[in-house]
């Protein structure tokens, strides 16, 4: 797997790529990871695909993230520079959570560039999500994660919240949470669905969970610059209209959604979208959640290869 940098209006663009023919394949991640969650599903779409996993400015290891008002167009604006530093053409996108609003505001504002889109959990927020998103990012698990103390009890912290990640993998994929459960604040503090050191992490702490945290962790130490700025991807974000863009997208579209209820407000949204993008269609993963490229990196490189299959860069469009 090769690393390099491609440069932006913005600044520098970290890269993990491999594959050496077939179609260029770009993959967004989400926030605070980096191209880092994707090393188990590059080398599944490489022998197909020439793949290339950003990190998006203020993450992983590219440049800070811009100081702009909407950071999330000013990321769009990184992708089209990516794509014409590299020269690549015509590419397909993949993008998860932020990554799918940026990909998504990129194939709506420039268009020559982007033969199709792939979005996981694509974030449409109506107000009380974006109050509760807002309240969340300010307080454990948000912004404050980041602040350093004397005693490094914010690394603890970021471990914890790193710890979540598997734990709802099995909460919610396995051993769904009880009907009525609801994703608010309250819950989200909660001792039931907030792991605690003190619990008996060892009965399901396994080698491939610990890498998973130390991976996270990783990024989480690489995306502080990100996620304590006064404008950051979270607050623009937050607090856009991603809806205007989606009309605007020309490209074929396929709106990946889990059947996790984790974030259901934020990753469900797939029969609303398809209804507001003119050529998208829905494909629902089982058994599924926003980590998937991890734990079930596999069921998710075959998602995106079969769309992809169909709609191979250069091929004549029927005629209608």
Not at 40 to 51: F, W
Not at 71 to 96: K, P, Q, W
Request: charged share 20%; with cysteine; proline share 7%.
């Amino acid at each position: 797997m090769r690393r390099g940098y491609a440069d932006t209006r913005h600044g520098q663009v970290f890269y993990l790529q491999e594959g050496d023919q077939g179609d260029p394949v770009i993959l967004m991640h989400q926030s605070p990871r980096s191209s880092r969650m994707y090393e188990k599903v590059i080398p599944l779409l490489s022998p197909h695909y020439r793949v290339w996993a950003l990190d998006m400015l203020g993450y992983g290891y590219s440049d800070p993230s811009p100081v702009v008002d909407d950071v999330v167009f000013a990321l769009a604006e990184m992708v089209n520079d990516v794509v014409d530093s590299l020269e690549l053409g015509r590419v397909h996108i993949y993008g998860l959570h932020t990554g799918a609003a940026v990909a998504a505001e990129a194939c709506a504002a420039f268009p020559d560039k982007f033969e199709t889109l792939t979005v996981f959990c694509f974030p449409i927020l109506d107000q009380e999500a974006r109050d509760v998103m807002n309240e969340m990012h300010r307080s454990y698990g948000g912004y404050k994660s980041w602040d350093a103390e004397a005693d490094g009890t914010h690394l603890i912290r970021m471990w914890i919240r790193a710890m979540d990640d598997p734990v709802r993998w099995m909460l919610h994929t396995e051993h769904p949470p009880p009907d009525g459960w609801k994703y608010d604040i309250d819950n989200v503090s909660s001792k039931t669905y907030l792991p605690s050191p003190a619990k008996a992490t060892h009965i399901w702490i396994q080698e491939h969970y610990l890498d998973y945290c130390e991976g996270m962790m990783i990024d989480f130490l690489l995306a502080g610059d990100a996620q304590k700025r006064g404008k950051s991807v979270y607050d623009s974000l937050y607090n856009r209209d991603p809806l205007p863009a989606l009309s605007k997208i020309q490209c074929p579209t396929l709106l990946i959604e889990p059947d996790s209820p984790y974030e259901a407000f934020f990753t469900q949204t797939a029969d609303r979208a398809v209804k507001l993008i003119p050529n998208a269609e829905i494909h629902r993963l089982a058994n599924a959640d926003d980590n998937i490229s991890w734990w079930n990196p596999s069921t998710l490189s075959d998602a995106i290869h079969g769309y992809l299959q169909k709609h191979p860069i250069g091929a004549v469009a029927p005629s209608a």
